[in-house]
Nanobody, 115 residues
Framework: QVQLVESGGGLVQPGGSLRLSCAAS????????MAWYRQTPGKQREMVAS???????NYADSVKGRFTISRDNAKNTVCLQMNSLKPEDTAVYYC?????????WGQGTQVTVSS
């Protein structure tokens, strides 16, 4: 069982930046994938960015060039640096851990982009 705790959400103006962090604890395997998803009311949860334990990354087209995912394997943390934020980035952001066949979700953190 892996527990995930997110932090760093909040209210930011369009064009601003936020940094989300996720701390993982528990039975963390050395080979895994961590990711950030987001969800708005009435819509399916969508993948924003993912990173393997080897450092390979993948981004949704909507955030490429603006968001950067990174991880610290020694500290079991994953971060999402979000720049040039847009109102359409407003959502609850969830941290996700995958080590087949196990997966875990964080509780979510609200990001609101508004003037």
């Amino acid at each position: 069982q892996v527990q995930l705790v997110e932090s760093g959400g909040g209210l930011v103006q369009p064009g601003g930046s936020l940094r989300l962090s996720c701390a993982a604890s528990g039975s963390i395997g050395s080979i895994n994938v961590m990711a950030w998803y987001r969800q708005t009311p009435g819509k399916q949860r969508e993948m924003v960015a993912s990173i393997t334990s080897g450092g390979s990354t993948n981004y949704a087209d909507s955030v490429k060039g603006r968001f950067t995912i990174s991880r610290d394997n020694a500290k079991n943390t994953v971060c999402l640096q979000m720049n040039s934020l847009k109102p359409e980035d407003t959502a609850v952001y969830y941290c996700y851990y995958l080590r087949q066949p196990y997966h875990s979700w964080g509780q979510g953190t609200q990001v609101t982009v508004s003037s």
